[in-house]
């Protein structure tokens, strides 16, 4: 057995590979068409493209959209729920908000229809006493009915059983005698937190990706052992840490977010080895973008995420906020002459125009091509026909110029880009000047100068490998385990004794967990948490803990500071309220050389242009080219101009300056 590390992620679009030698530092890279709806054949695909022989890879780490992709586009297994008696109808009732904010429009698809959503007598009151005793009769009764709609999954989702989880627990005891595959998932096991809507969801959302997560991953599991992969595969978590994939499905909803969360484990890393503490991430693929906030070297995770509308999945995730705006994304003109672009996306079949594909609307690539941002002679035909369509779909119902047109639909992708952002640091109550943009993905590059001088951002740090950012997160990536447990307490009434007993046990599970993985760590390290409010408020503030002992006073005072930081108010006269307890546990693996991310036997002295092409800013400028891995690390190179690679391309605005750091990041500073 070898001694490589592999990285795959799975995009809309492509799928990326890197492979890792972590004695010397050497890599091979692949990116590959993303094979739908089975993602399977395009990781084997990465492979054979790499020339990879599996046996000699110590460690394949796979990150997947597979669950991301089944609850966005409801393409689930058929599941039944069986709840409390008068509660069948929460996932559907929510907390009654709208899709839209303005009038009466929008729909919302539950996880599981209502005529699969049964009710048994069985009750606990939120102290966790048993009101209704389980009905052990009707529970058969209703798995029998269930099995006859055909369901292949269950979820088992009681009220109040986060306090008291009896219950749940005797029910999947009766329906594992009963159903005729493991896929039973019980709301406690996943999340013992109040709030029975999240909880629900949470649970629904497990049981209903079960099935297609065990399937796909078994497949390909099974594949590369067959090919001479000797170990476990290892997918990523959405919390940035990694599972063995043969316990992955056991808690499938904790894949959700797993490729964007990999991507701001790649920032992480390449941030701090570069001198960069805090960074807004932008990842810009082919069919969306996702944007997140990394402050004090420290990954955004949070378990208030809400994936969709009314789709809230509380479980640890990196807070990853998306939009539809990728290189694939149509623009169009509507009904009212208003023109739009995204979130339908062209994907990777039939993809752009100028993918010469059978595209035939316009994206947002067709417009970087018009504009000069890539290189026409590398699309033939094909980008001839991206500026027909462009011209006949677009420039022609606005009455512009066909190279105006194509600005437009680029600074409207810029937009929504920047309002994501927007969205993860300034309503954090953080300022992106005090920031840089990492700007990563197949397409991030091109827009990255543009969105750092619309948002006030003095610099953008571009990895070596921009378009394989993600797949090399999953090769950096710590062990995490996460855990939370709900109290719903007033802080001045908690039993401290009953806090630090909770901390100090899901410490002790998270080092058993991460001691049974098997892999070779330099450390492991605990984090404590608490999520608290004032009494009579819904929202939660989480409260870094010192340790897992804390004082009430302690307690008291971070939590005023927190909120001082926050909202800028004092309510002394108000009680603080300890709502839940949590605890992450981080089984640290050895640093990663990233230095040969980009061979420096590829180097020359000086930075010279490979040649100029016309590239419109507004107007038209004569732009030099540059090949990314020619670039000496003692390169300063003024805009505009643009830097091409195998992966990506990067787009220098005119009046930004390019250097180089030590392992051949871009520094581009932004004038303001």
């Given amino acids: 057995m070898g001694n490589l590390v592999a990285g795959v992620d799975v995009g809309g679009t492509f799928t990326d590979l890197v492979i890792l030698n972590p004695d010397t530092g050497a890599v091979r890279l692949a990116k590959v068409p993303t094979s739908l709806p089975n993602q399977a054949p395009g990781v084997l695909n990465a492979f054979d493209t790499a020339g990879a022989d599996l046996?000699?890879?110590?460690?394949?780490v796979h990150g997947?959209?597979?669950t991301t992709n089944a609850v966005l586009e409801r393409a689930l297994c058929k599941t039944g729920l069986i709840t409390t008696l008068g509660f069948r109808d929460v996932l559907e009732l929510g907390r009654r908000t709208r899709p839209h904010p303005y009038g009466m429009t929008g729909t919302f698809t539950p996880v599981i229809p209502r005529d699969l959503r049964l009710e048994i007598p069985e009750r606990m009151d939120a102290q966790g006493r048993v009101l209704t005793p389980l009905d052990e009769t009707a529970l058969r009764a209703a798995i029998a009915s269930l099995l006859d709609k055909g369901c292949e999954s269950l979820c088992i989702h009681f009220l109040h059983a986060y306090a008291n989880p009896a219950h749940e627990i005797r029910a999947a005891e009766i329906a594992r005698e009963l159903w005729p595959n493991p896929y039973i998932t019980c709301g406690h096991h996943l999340l013992s937190e109040s709030r029975e809507f999240e909880r629900g969801?949470?649970?629904a959302v497990n049981a209903a990706v079960q099935p297609l997560l065990e399937r796909y991953v078994s497949r390909l599991a099974g594949e590369l052992r067959r090919r001479g992969y000797p170990r476990d595969l290892l997918?990523?978590?959405?919390?940035?840490?990694?599972?063995?994939?043969?316990?992955?499905?056991?808690?499938a909803v904790k894949t959700v977010m797993s490729g964007p969360a990999s991507g701001v484990m790649a920032a992480l890393a390449t941030g701090r080895r570069a001198g960069f503490p805090n960074l807004l991430t932008y990842d810009m693929g082919g069919t969306s973008t996702d944007v997140a906030m990394i402050r004090n070297g420290r990954a955004p995770v949070s378990n208030e995420i809400e994936v969709e509308y009314a789709m809230p999945i509380h479980v640890p995730?990196?807070?990853?906020?998306?939009?539809?705006?990728?290189?694939?994304?149509?623009?169009?003109?509507d009904a009212g002459g208003m023109l739009r672009v995204g979130p339908e996306s062209a994907g990777s079949t039939p993809g752009p125009i100028c993918y010469g594909r059978g595209g035939t609307r316009v994206t947002i690539s067709d417009a970087n091509l018009i504009l000069g941002r890539l290189p026409p002679d590398r699309f033939g035909q094909a980008a001839e026909d991206a500026r027909r369509a462009l011209q006949d779909q677009i420039a022609a119902p606005l009455g512009l110029s066909v190279e105006a047109a194509a600005e437009a639909v680029i600074r409207i992708a810029n937009t929504h880009m920047a309002g994501a952002i927007r969205m993860v640091s300034i309503s954090l109550g953080a300022d992106p000047r005090d920031f840089a943009l990492f700007a990563f993905g197949g397409a991030g590059p091109l827009h990255a100068t543009a969105l750092a001088r619309e948002l006030a951002i003095p610099r953008v740090l571009i990895p070596a490998r921009p378009g394989i950012t993600n797949a090399l997160g999953c090769v950096v990536a710590d062990l995490r385990h996460d855990f939370v447990r709900t109290i719903n307490r007033p802080l001045d009434s908690a039993d401290m004794d009953a806090v630090h007993a909770i901390l100090a046990a899901q410490e002790q599970e998270g080092r058993r967990l991460i001691a049974a993985e098997r892999i070779a760590l330099t450390g492991v390290t605990a984090e404590f948490s608490a999520d608290m409010q004032f009494v009579g408020q819904t929202h939660l503030l989480r409260i870094p803990l010192p340790s897992a002992t804390p004082t009430r006073a302690e307690l008291q005072e971070r939590f005023e500071a927190a909120y001082h930081a926050r909202f800028r108010v004092s309510l002394p006269s108000i009680r603080a309220n300890l709502v839940n307890l949590n605890c992450s546990v981080i089984g640290h693996r050895p640093e990663t050389d990233l230095s040969r991310l980009i061979d420096p036997a590829h180097r020359r002295a000086i930075a010279e242009p490979t040649g100029h092409r016309t590239v419109w800013f507004g107007t038209p400028h004569e732009t030099p080219v540059y090949w990314r891995d020619h670039l000496p690390l003692s390169a300063t190179i003024h805009g505009p101009a643009i830097i091409e690679q195998m992966d990506t391309t990067t787009l220098i605005d005119p009046g930004c300056t390019v250097t180089l750091d030590a392992e051949a990041n871009l520094i581009v500073s932004v004038p303001q």
Avoid at 317 to 333: C, N, Q
């Fill in 235 to 251: 997918v990523m978590n959405g919390n940035g840490g990694m599972v063995e994939a043969s316990k992955v499905s056991r808690e």
């Fill in 55 to 60: 046996a000699d890879l110590a460690l394949i």
């Fill in 64 to 66: 997947t959209t597979t």
């Fill in 201 to 203: 969801v949470t649970a």
């Fill in 317 to 333: 995730m990196v807070d990853v906020r998306t939009v539809g705006a990728g290189g694939g994304s149509i623009a169009r003109v």
